[in-house]
């Protein structure tokens, strides 16, 4: 019936703006960290610097990621009798009856990179599908899955895998979390004599932040060994 392709060149450039943009506020960091400077300006540009990337690497993340799970040929394809999807070169397609799950939501008018209006879907088989307006006409798609599948309208679209999600990444941030922390701890001990008050102000609050991420990782990752191994 139709064809939406996705706009995913759009998301190639955000997520690349983005990790530059993270990359080089990485080398301020590293760089403050390093030549520390005295008084409250450089405590409040260390404080600036760590919130630039913490909210650039969502961007990063998410913008990057599915770009590359999508492919440059991203595309939507509509049926009389369902829907599918194709990436890769490779076409995935449901019937509206294993269809599980819709949830359809306009987020705002003026939000870029497709943010003002998403839709999730979720198929008996446990697969997943997202799309935003960076497929050509979306609410298209939406309107065609509400009408076809009322009795899936309202039911929670999370599948198995993404709430398995912070279990799995729970391990490696653990590590990375502890060698941050081990990172900080050494300098702060090897170079005690040179450090301004500022600079172990700012190394406080990141062995602060590492300890938390390792509190909340361990507790994700046990409850991982627990559930797999007993």
């Known amino acids: ?19 530059l943009i993270a990359a080089a506020v990485g080398v301020l960091l590293a760089w403050l960290i390093t030549n520390p400077g005295p008084g409250r300006s450089y405590g409040g540009a260390l404080a600036l ?23 440059f040929a991203e595309s939507f394809e509509l049926y009389d009798n369902g829907i599918a999807h194709i990436a890769h070169g490779r076409r995935r397609g449901w019937t509206w009856e294993q269809v599980e799950a819709v949830a359809a939501a306009e987020k705002g008018e003026r939000l870029g990179l497709g943010w003002d209006f998403g839709c ?9 599908l997202q799309f935003n ?9 939406a309107a065609a899955l509400v009408r076809h599948c009322p009795q899936a309208v309202g039911r929670s679209t999370t599948s198995e895998w ?16 502890g060698g941050a922390l081990w990172w900080a701890v050494s300098y702060t001990v090897d170079h005690n004599d040179e ?6 102000g700012g190394f406080a609050a990141l062995m602060i932040f590492c300890v938390a991420g390792i509190a909340v990782s361990a507790i994700f990752t046990v409850l991982l060994i627990m559930d797999r191994f007993f």
């Open 1 to 19: 019936m139709s064809t939406h392709p996705v706009a995913n060149g759009r998301r190639w450039i955000a997520g690349i703006g983005a990790l």
């Open 49 to 71: 610097v760590m919130i630039v990337i913490v909210a650039a690497l969502p961007v990063v993340g998410t913008q990057l990621g599915k770009a590359v799970r999508g492919g």
């Open 120 to 128: 999730a879907v979720l198929f008996h088989d446990g697969k997943r």
């Open 133 to 141: 307006s960076l497929t050509r006409d979306a609410r298209t798609i």
């Open 162 to 177: 993404v709430e398995e999600l912070p279990f799995r990444l729970a391990p490696p941030l653990l590590i990375g979390f």
């Open 195 to 200: 450090l301004t008050g500022a600079a172990v």
